[in-house]
């Protein structure tokens, strides 16, 4: 090795481990700056930390808290939704069952009415049927007695007698035709 002029030589050991004296020092100095660094540094470096630890802690109870919150109100409204549903379904059956009702109401007022109408149209075709009768009864007898006047020769003005006579007539006509029939 090439040394300045005036300088001593140093084995290479020597570069790697201090002299005791240096040792010393640095051993005094690290001994001053773990008691300052124990004494100040360290509780303010704790007391931070125990407070974000404090404050993560807090958020973690206020997070589950709000969870909580969170899964009743969810609980809740799925309890409301599931009523809701419930409450539909028995309102869509009431008003089916409802229609059907009504339904089955207008059905027997129509079969009411219908058997009111047929019954009154009897009646009146009954009511009818008997007018007409009469009507051809009378009808049927003076054409029958007009007949039997030309027949005879001579004018059946005895009532009486030709009302019973068209009125065999005519009974007689009746029962000919029941029993052909």
């Known amino acids: ?33 773990a008691v300052v660094f124990m004494k100040f540094v360290l509780p303010r470096l704790n007391a931070v930390l125990d407070e974000r630890a404090q404050k993560i802690e807090g958020g973690l109870r206020n997070a589950e808290k709000v969870q909580e919150q969170v899964d009743q109100l969810k609980s809740d409204q799925e309890q409301e939704l599931a009523a809701a549903r419930q409450e539909a379904a028995s309102i869509r059956e009431k008003a089916r069952t409802d229609g059907q009702k009504i339904v089955d109401e ?9 058997e009111r109408l047929l019954a009154s149209g009897r009646q009146q075709l009954s009511a009818e049927r008997i007018a007409a009768s009469t009507e051809l009864r009378g009808e049927i007898g ?40």
């Open 142 to 181: 003076t054409l029958a007695s007009d007949l039997a006047s030309k027949i005879v020769g001579e004018s059946l003005t005895d009532d009486e007698r030709s009302r019973r006579v068209i009125d065999r007539f005519l009974d007689d006509l009746e029962s000919s035709q029941a029993t052909t029939r």
């Open 1 to 33: 090795m090439i040394l300045a002029e005036g300088a001593q030589s140093v084995p290479s050991w020597r570069l790697l481990v201090p002299l005791p004296s240096e040792i010393i020092w640095s051993l005094i100095f690290l001994v001053i700056f």
């Open 106 to 114: 207008a059905r027997t007022r129509a079969e009411a009415e219908n």
